[in-house]
């Protein structure tokens, strides 16, 4: 876990992320991390200006702006990944970052749900309490898709009995896809 960072720590981890094509595990404070010592670092320069200290301020934000970029592109992938069935997981992301993951996965789910003709995912706030599993039968055949907790179910053949949340047997509901058991 990344307690303190310096220009060297942030330069070792971007260099990290910018040669493995997989996202690098970071603790959940990390950016919280960096803005602390960003903020430390400037503060420091206006009491005691230096050009060495300038160009390491600046140097921190180009590598810090650098591998936000790289991560988000990575972020991006892996969430179109897992929501197409790769196995939904957050571990390694920051707080930041789980949030966004949660958010394109929503995104496609509602991009697939439109394109079959079901109707969006509603939205779910991530604080959401977690919801009672319920057991339903199937009406009809669904391929996988991403429920509204970010699992990926399916594909469901009609007739099945399956335990799903509360928001997920709402929607299959409304749809006419279940009924309760």
Request: proline share 5%; with cysteine.
């Amino acid at each position: 876990m990344v307690e303190e960072i310096s220009f060297e720590e942030l330069r070792k981890i971007h260099l990290q992320e910018k040669h493995s094509p997989l996202l690098s595990q970071l603790p959940e404070n990390f950016f919280d991390t960096y803005l602390a010592y960003i903020d430390r670092f400037y503060s420091k320069l206006k009491d005691e200006f230096s050009m060495e200290g300038s160009k390491t301020y600046e140097n921190s934000r180009k590598v810090f702006a650098e591998l936000v970029k790289l991560r988000g592109q990575k972020l991006i992938l892996k969430a179109f990944k897992d929501g197409k069935g790769g196995g939904v997981s957050s571990e390694g992301l920051t707080l930041q970052e789980k949030e966004l993951y949660l958010s394109m996965l929503r995104l496609f789910a509602e991009y697939d749900s439109a394109l079959l003709g079901f109707k969006p995912v509603p939205q779910i706030e991530p604080e959401a309490p977690v919801e009672q599993i319920v057991k339903v039968e199937l009406l009809v055949d669904l391929p996988q898709f991403v429920s509204p907790s970010g699992k990926t179910l399916g594909p469901l053949e009609k007739g099945s009995v399956v335990e799903v949340d509360e928001a997920t047997r709402e929607i299959l509901v409304q749809q006419g896809a279940c009924k309760a058991v």
